[in-house]
């Protein structure tokens, strides 16, 4: 069997038991037998042979590849995905994408009825030796150009992490030059050199608290986060509950008038140009120096209408 063919196996079990755990051998048996039908329009040579034995070995890629368990569980009577990896962001970032994949494999020949959306991200291709030099406390070296300064300024860094905004990827790290942390759009990154020498990653810094109160790509103002509350029309308020606007989300009010939020953040300009993109469909309420700027900016609007 071709590599495509294993590689679409594991991916159509990990689905299977994401949608029904603890499925018995026999169940996925059919799954299997049952998308290879389908995945038979997209190549007519693809083969999936599924066996007791096969899904043993499945499971030993499965873990070795995607860093997933599948455990048989007595009681239960079926296979099931670990609990900690189902929960991984990683797993879920996966199956949306093996999703897409198939989708547009097998779309090849209906481009007529497919809208994809034009933009994406610049900047992927370093994704890999970032990683490698984040996770090897590599110092890196780059070239940066700022989208309001067309002059390029190399920079030297000690990598932290990345942060993806809005289908834009960031790098997070200090800058050797004068010891501060900053943020890079990978889409102006450019002539990326990673470094024989080490740094020591600080103690008193960490990635996930950093970031936990910030909306978007700014950090943290010097301030402390504060409680935003927002009213937004019901319409609107349904795909903010299907969509939270950040982790910290809390519905305070949810009737036919309103849905009613709070989110702990720190009021930065990205917060600002996303609650702005909401137009009359929201209210802010809280607190007041948001309220006044969006007010402002609201006001500055329709002045440039000439009205």
């Known amino acids: 069997m071709s590599k495509k063919g294993y590689l679409y196996r594991y991916l ?13 051998f026999e169940e996925l048996q059919r799954y299997i037998d049952q998308q290879c039908t389908y995945l038979l329009l997209q190549d007519d040579r693809l083969s999936m042979g599924f066996s007791k034995r096969t899904l043993q070995r499945d499971i030993r890629e499965i873990r070795m590849l995607f860093g997933l368990d599948i455990t048989y569980s007595h009681a239960q009577r079926g296979y099931h995905i670990c609990e900690s ?3 991984n962001r990683n797993f879920q970032r996966m199956m949306e994408a093996f999703d897409v994949f198939s989708s547009l494999n ?12 034009q933009r994406s991200a610049q900047g992927t291709e370093h994704l890999y030796s970032l990683l490698h030099a984040i996770k090897n406390r590599r110092c890196i070296t780059f070239d940066y150009r700022k989208f309001w300064d067309e ?3 190399q920079r030297h860094l000690e990598p932290y992490a990345l942060k993806e905004f809005k289908s834009r990827w960031y790098l997070l790290g200090k800058d050797i030059r004068d010891g501060r942390i900053k943020r890079f759009g990978l ?20 990635v996930q608290q950093s970031q936990r109160y910030c909306f978007g790509i700014m950090g943290a103002t010097g301030d402390q986060p504060q409680e935003v509350v927002l009213s937004f029309v019901p319409f609107q308020g349904n795909y903010i509950k299907t969509l939270p606007l950040h982790p910290s989300q809390e519905i305070l009010v949810d009737t036919n008038d309103e849905l009613r939020i709070k989110l702990t953040v720190y009021p930065t300009q990205d ?17 007041e120096e948001l309220v006044a700027q969006v007010k402002q900016a609201h006001q500055e609007a329709f002045n440039r209408y000439g009205i």
Do not use: C, W
Not at 12 to 24: A, C, D, F, G, T
Not at 110 to 116: D, E, G, K, N, W
Not at 271 to 287: C, D, H, I, Q, T
């Open 12 to 24: 159509l079990l990990i689905k299977k038991l994401k949608m029904n755990p603890y499925s018995s």
């Open 106 to 117: 097998l779309a090849q020949d209906l481009a007529p009825y497919l809208h994809l959306e």
């Open 187 to 206: 889409d102006r990154l450019t002539r990326l050199k990673i470094s024989e020498n080490q740094f020591v990653y600080p103690e008193d810094y960490n």
């Open 271 to 287: 917060l600002l140009m996303e609650l702005l993109s909401y137009g009359p469909r929201l209210k802010v309420l809280a607190p």
């Open 85 to 87: 990896s189902a929960e």
């Open 151 to 153: 002059t390029l300024s």
